[in-house]
């Protein structure tokens, strides 16, 4: 298993969109602690294989967040198994992850796989739609959510995930009181040097996924925001 607890940065790669080559490269070799590669839709076997052989020519670790079971991909350093704390629908808690042990059960090395409590506080967010994620309406209320992903499910990761938009604060800072001892992520809409520092002073970890596409200079920027 990997030692994501001295993670203070991640870039999180989406299999479904496209990078070249030496937009990669940047992305790999900036002195981020780890890869995430994971998204909502489109992410299929093929698209997570080519991207996960891409990352591997590089010494980043690489960890594979798991939302289909089509796009199980062997090879991975490690496996972030999100359980959508929050979820609306009930079938986004655990069915998932029965069905995925029905096929995989026997062929699974538990030593690779690291469980998250995911916790869905963008309500325009394509996951919040998908998992029809309950609004998050109080710093309480996310207080709460964290120590039932800690204290009652003991789950090692809370993962606040805004997912496209830079996320409340007093949510967060809510989030890392509930979390106690377990592991903060953070992922959603950092898109400045400034943002990357704000939130890292309150998660763990910060995860910053869209604004590769969009800005690669401004996401390779956050690194040393982050980690000096």
Known sequence: MIDYRGWRHTFKLDPDKSIDEEALEAICESGTDGIIVGGTYGVTFDNTLELMSR??????????????????VPGFDSYLIPLVINAGDPEWIFTPHVSGLKTYGSYIHWDDIITEGYLIANPDAGVAHLTKARSIESTAEAKAYAQVATKICRLPIVYVEYSGAYGDTSIVRACRAGADEAHLFYGGGIRTPEQAAEMAAIADTIVVGNVIYEDLQAALSTVAAVKG
């Open 55 to 72: 990352i591997r020519r590089y010494a980043v670790p690489a960890v594979l967040e798991i939302s289909s079971l089509d796009a199980v």
